[in-house]
């Protein structure tokens, strides 16, 4: 049942493959966290790192603003989501990801996983037909942050118009206004 009224019913659980080559769940990892959620390609040339540099500083804003030591907070888990899994393994993930913050989590896996989370969370992304092993391409994705609550449910959804400081802005906002459950580490 969708707590919204009105709301886009985005998200839902899943099965990946981390950074580091292990199993993820998404209900067992992102229960009782707020999740900020991102879908691309490390292969992206330009507006992939400029996102991903946004990410960072939203989550040092948001930190600064909500310190995750103080047990009324709840932690943000940054989330970053292949929509290239031929080329994105786990290893290519771990190093393209640790170049923008150390928190991140990459995720990839067989591509009709990745497909079938990004039909949870109403992500767009095409490759070119006919690709062949070896060949330089681009992906064509949406291009949205997803804040997910501590209970999975979609929050908001912070746009390329959003800066930083808007974002973050927004984020702790609804992390504020939280009075549910939730976890620390």
């Not at 580091?20 to 992939?48: A, R, T």
């Not at 292949?82 to 995720?107: M, Q, W």
């Not at 992500?123 to 804040?147: A, E, Q, R």
């Not at 927004?170 to 009075?179: A, I, K, P």
């Amino acid at each position: 049942m969708s707590k919204g009224v009105g709301k886009p019913k985005v998200g839902g659980p899943f099965t990946l493959v981390d950074h580091n080559g292990k199993e993820w769940d998404s209900q067992k990892e992102m229960e009782g966290k707020f999740s900020l959620v991102y879908f691309g390609f490390s292969h992206c040339p330009d507006i992939c790192p400029e996102e991903l540099d946004k990410m960072a500083q939203m989550l040092e804003i948001v930190a600064k603003e909500l310190p995750p030591s103080a047990s009324k907070n709840p932690d943000l888990l940054p989330i970053f989501i292949t929509c290239d899994p031929a080329r994105d393994t786990p290893e290519v993930l771990k190093s393209y990801l640790k170049e923008f913050h150390p928190n991140l989590i990459g995720l990839t896996g067989a591509w009709e996983r990745i497909k079938a989370v990004c039909k949870l969370y109403r992500v767009y992304f095409s490759t070119p037909p006919g690709v062949k092993p070896g060949m330089d391409y681009l992906v064509d994705h949406s291009i949205y942050f997803y804040l997910m609550d501590p209970e999975g449910d979609f929050v908001e959804a912070i746009g390329r118009q959003h800066t930083a400081e808007e974002g973050a802005k927004l984020m702790v906002e609804h992390m504020s206004d939280w009075r549910g459950k939730v976890k620390n580490s």
